[in-house]
């Protein structure tokens, strides 16, 4: 709580949120890096593929490098973001926060809409493969 009411008191909002945030920039990086590695075994493995049984997406089980091309890049997206992040908190008004900005907007917004869409397609697949 104590942070928080500092944070809310000081005139220098973004650069005390950004030392505050400095200690969680290694996990951070961390995490990045093991999003590499998610997406470089989704290229290698083809994961991520669909099976043609799955509405939507399983149209595109024929190709599998699609899907799983597809997927990697929105891990490659957040992992640029997130090795990014250390320098957005050393200058929080700099090219590093537009870029961070604009991958993790891109990746989540891409990310949400396809969960939401496996959703059905997953049901779909259950359905389809009783």
Do not use: K
Request: aromatic letters at 12%; glycine letters at 12%; one cysteine or more.
């Amino acid at each position: 709580m104590a942070a928080r009411a500092t944070l809310l008191d000081s005139s220098e909002r973004v650069a005390h949120a950004a030392r505050l945030a400095g200690p969680v920039s290694l996990f951070v990086v961390g995490l990045g890096l093991a999003c590499f590695g998610i997406a470089a075994a989704g290229w290698t493995y083809t994961l991520f593929a669909a099976p043609p049984q799955e509405p939507i997406s399983g149209a595109f089980a024929g190709v599998p490098v699609l899907e799983a091309s597809f997927i990697s890049g929105l891990y490659v997206l957040v992992g640029v973001g997130a090795v990014l992040f250390p320098l957005v908190l050393r200058e929080p008004r700099g090219w590093a926060a537009r870029v961070v900005g604009a991958a993790w907007a891109v990746a989540g917004a891409v990310f949400a809409l396809f969960g939401a869409l496996n959703y059905f397609t997953h049901i779909g697949l259950i359905v389809n493969t009783m």
